[in-house]
């Protein structure tokens, strides 16, 4: 067994996603996971603060996904999903539809976050292309992210990310995000592009994930979503990092109290063993489709659409998130943060400590940090990498995300961690 021989090997054959790799450090080799650990080739823990991109929620490697995983692969891995079905998909749609409630009434598949949003925008455009209604425009939220294909690119921010595409990318009408007081500017805004033009708008709800962990106001986004049903314009709720109890509920829409048309979910479905989309509609919207003229069809699909052994990884995991312990994990995860976001005040570069469900972020406020470029993010990656603490900023903005299984040992490495940082850049 060679040290590091698995990154040198990485190096000469692999482009990684989001990295400068002429600059990034070399990758460090995983060879196996348990629970919110991870294990290089010389066996060092490390620990996953950030749940692997947001997707892990019962930790790795879990025993019981596992099983069901191996057992599934045993008996169907995969099969043509135009004309055939399987049971995991029928089960997942059942379990997920009663799970959401609301007005969801059908799932269809895919196979990430990026194409379960894909699916939500052309089903929403061509819903009132069926129904012989002209309505293109779509709204979105500044610094949305909705994932990196060509539609999710669309209406996400411009940015850095998307700079060299920007001319390529279909317009969208992008809000502000809710505050306190900016009801009134928000439908102003609205009615002045035309709200009877509008198709859809969609947004991450309560929390805009990549764009910064940023949390805003609940009481004027509800109030904001009822005037937009009001107006006939549909509700796509990407819930592709909130879902699964992220926030704290089982949805984030659930404690919005307005039911969205659609619904997009992925990362945490499978408990982040497999690669899986969906995205929800109501019957209204399944119904528009329904028609002897084959043009009124929903022309859309992956290979691996529904794929048995990623469908059979979420009911596993939904069997998981359904056990009370998961719940209780949550609110010990919340309870902690809550204490951690006391201690972060005392730091004078900490701006906005804030906190939602399992998530606490804050940003570092230094002379020359700014924005997703700059050099402190470096800094973060050199220094927890050395302390094996998995933490991966965006920008300027710190935050965690745990498995719901991490320990309370293991956070307060993290928090420990944190603190260390914050007083050796302060
Ligand atoms: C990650 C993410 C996506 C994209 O999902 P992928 O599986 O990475 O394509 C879409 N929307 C939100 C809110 C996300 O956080």
């Excluded at 909130?242 to 949805?251: A, C, D, I, L, M």
């Excluded at 979910?265 to 399944?286: D, F, R």
């Excluded at 069809?297 to 939904?318: E, K, M, Q, R, V």
Aim: charged content about 20%.
């Amino acid at each position: 067994m060679h040290n590091n021989d698995l990154s040198k090997r990485d190096l000469e054959v692999i482009w990684h996603p989001y990295t400068q790799m002429q600059t990034a450090p070399a990758p460090i080799g995983i060879v196996r996971g348990a629970g919110a650990l991870l294990f290089d080739e010389q066996d060092q823990e490390y620990i996953d603060a950030t749940s692997s991109w947001w997707v892990n929620i019962h930790g790795h490697a879990h025993p019981y996904i596992a099983q069901q995983i191996a057992a599934q692969a045993m008996q169907l891995e995969h099969c043509i999903f135009a004309g055939y079905t399987h049971p995991p998909a029928v089960s997942l749609a059942e379990r997920l539809l009663k799970l959401i409630g609301g007005k969801q009434g059908k799932v269809f598949y895919s196979d990430n976050g990026s194409t379960a949003v894909e699916v939500a925008l052309k089903m929403a455009l061509q819903y009132w292309d069926n129904k012989g209604q002209a309505k293109r425009n779509i709204l979105a939220f500044k610094n949305a992210y909705h994932g990196d294909t060509f539609g999710a690119m669309s209406v996400s921010g411009r940015s850095v990310f998307t700079r060299v595409f920007d001319d390529l990318l279909f317009d969208v009408h992008f809000l502000d995000v809710p505050t306190a007081d900016n009801l009134p500017s928000l439908i102003q805004s609205i009615e002045d592009i035309g709200a009877e033009s509008i198709a859809a708008f969609i947004f991450e709800p309560l929390l805009q994930g990549s764009g910064g962990m940023i949390m805003y106001d609940a009481q004027t986004f509800a109030q904001l979503l009822k005037w937009c049903t009001s107006r006939e314009i549909l509700l796509i709720a990407d819930e592709v990092m909130t879902g699964f109890g992220r926030t704290g509920t089982n949805f984030a829409m659930e404690s919005i109290g307005v039911p969205p048309d659609m619904i997009c979910l992925s990362k945490g479905l499978t408990g982040g063993t497999m690669a899986l989309g969906v995205t929800t509609t109501t019957n209204e919207i399944y119904n528009a489709f329904l028609s002897n003229d084959k043009l009124k069809t929903l022309f859309h699909g992956h290979s691996f659409t529904a794929n048995p052994i990623a469908c059979t990884a979420a009911l596993a995991s939904l069997d998981l998130f359904l056990d009370p312990a998961c719940e209780e994990n949550r609110k010990r995860i919340h309870t902690l943060h809550s204490n951690f976001i006391e201690e972060l005040r005392n730091f004078p570069i900490v701006k906005k400590p804030r906190i939602l469900g399992t998530i606490v972020a804050f940003e570092i406020v230094t002379a020359n940090a700014d924005g997703y470029t700059n050099s402190l993010a470096d800094q973060v990656h050199t220094f927890f990498r050395k302390k094996r603490i998995m933490l991966r900023p965006l920008g300027n903005t710190l935050y965690i995300l745990p498995p719901y299984c991490i320990t309370n040992e293991q956070l307060a490495t993290i928090y420990g961690g944190i603190k260390e940082f914050l007083t050796l850049v302060s």
